[in-house]
């Protein structure tokens, strides 16, 4: 399964990749801190799951879910923010995001969002019953 971390913050790529990895979900990952990098990305692989930093020196990663959202259909979207701005939140509410996590990202936490709701609504999404749907 692929799976895209949209990020300039080292710290949150690390706690992601831990978290995917600790899972056991055989997961392929990729990186970038650039919106049209990550473009590129989710044009030529699928990536049934994508986390965002929400700010970020080159684009606001809500900004980016909103414009690329339907183009992408059945990616569980996840973001990332220092700030527990109401707007912000109430964005990513209105735009379907899977979670609104807060940094410093809680690797317990993580786990539990990639096990209980993202797994669940990729498997949902691809017609499989398996643990991880596009690992089998």
């Avoid at 049209?36 to 809500?62: C, H, T, W, Y």
């Amino acid at each position: 399964m692929n799976t895209l971390i949209i990020a300039d913050d080292a710290e949150v790529k690390n706690t992601i990749k831990q978290a995917i990895c600790e899972l056991g979900l055989g997961c392929t990952i990729f990186e970038t801190s650039s919106p049209k990098e990550a473009l590129k990305l989710m044009k030529s692989d699928r990536m049934p799951i994508v986390f965002s930093e929400v700010d970020m020196r080159q684009m606001n990663g809500l900004s980016f879910v909103e414009t690329h959202k339907r183009a992408f259909p059945g990616t569980c979207w996840l973001v990332i923010s220092a700030s527990k701005n109401f707007y912000d939140i109430k964005k990513a509410i209105e735009l379907g995001i899977i979670d609104y996590l807060l940094k410093p990202v809680d690797g317990c936490e993580l786990r539990d969002v990639l096990k209980n709701r993202v797994v669940e609504k990729t498997n949902r999404y691809a017609g499989n019953p398996h643990t991880c749907a596009a690992c089998h």
